[in-house]
């Protein structure tokens, strides 16, 4: 299985533009997670889902971001409009049948919003 | 906070010795797992100890669990340059994995 894989792996963008990120989980699990890491608040739950069905959203930081899985091999998280402070490394997660149970973790995506 | 804590926050040791870290928490689990991050890399699993399990061990690993205290430890003993990286504990329920703030561990030659 090639893991759980993230596009891109760097992104740099202007204020005020639309950032997509995206993440392909491992075949046959049914829970993902979008993280964020910074120095300052460490890595952070975002959101995650079930069989595709957002479960829990209350990391997500405010409107300007949302996420989507359409399907279970396909998820997104975009930023609109994006800001400085976004900058941060977006990592995708997912487990096999419980959220509390190991998760594999996409290699992240290094956002720098300037 | 219901993070596990990780204590210390940093360690520095010299290869071949032995690295102990710490995590504390707050709240119940159903587990509690550590996690591995290189930097500049994603989060890799190193192994995970249940709630009704005392002590595991994965080659050069050994975590124990004292549910009573709400801790757990990660031993890695001989330690070795490759293991320079954050280690990270998170505390497992059946709706979230909870992570900690993290140890950086430092291992000179």
């Known amino acids: 299985d090639a893991g759980v894989i993230q596009s891109p792996r760097h992104e740099v963008t202007e204020m005020g533009q639309e950032v997509t990120l995206r993440c392909k989980p491992i075949?046959?699990?049914?829970?993902l997670f979008w993280y964020r890491q910074t120095m300052m608040r460490g890595l952070e739950l975002l959101i995650y889902?079930?069989?595709?069905?957002?479960?829990?959203d209350s990391g997500m930081p405010e409107d300007r971001f949302s996420a989507k899985m359409p399907n279970a091999s396909f998820s997104t998280l975009k930023i609109q409009p994006s800001e400085p402070r976004d900058s941060a490394v977006y990592f995708c997660?997912?487990?096999?049948?419980?959220?509390?149970?190991?998760?594999?973790f996409g290699p992240g995506t290094r956002l720098t919003v300037l | 906070s219901q993070q596990g804590e990780e204590d210390p926050q940093a360690l520095s040791i010299q290869e071949g010795e032995n690295a102990t870290m710490n995590c504390s928490y707050k709240?119940?689990?159903?587990?509690l797992q550590w996690y591995r991050q290189n930097s500049g890399r994603g989060l890799v699993h190193l192994i995970l100890?249940?709630?009704?399990?005392r002590e595991k061990h994965s080659g050069r690993l050994r975590v124990t669990l004292d549910t009573s205290k709400k801790s757990s430890s990660l031993l890695i003993t001989a330690s070795r340059a490759a293991d320079t990286a954050s280690y990270f504990c998170?505390?497992?329920?059946?709706?979230?994995?909870?992570f900690g703030t993290g140890t950086r561990l430092q291992v000179t030659l």
């Open positions: 997660a997912s487990s096999l049948l419980l959220a509390g149970d190991t998760q594999y």
């Open positions: 075949s046959g699990h049914d829970y």
């Open positions: 889902f079930n069989n595709n069905v957002p479960i829990d």
């Open positions: 709240t119940s689990i159903n587990n």
């Open positions: 100890i249940r709630s009704n399990e």
């Open positions: 998170a505390r497992g329920t059946a709706s979230k994995l909870t």
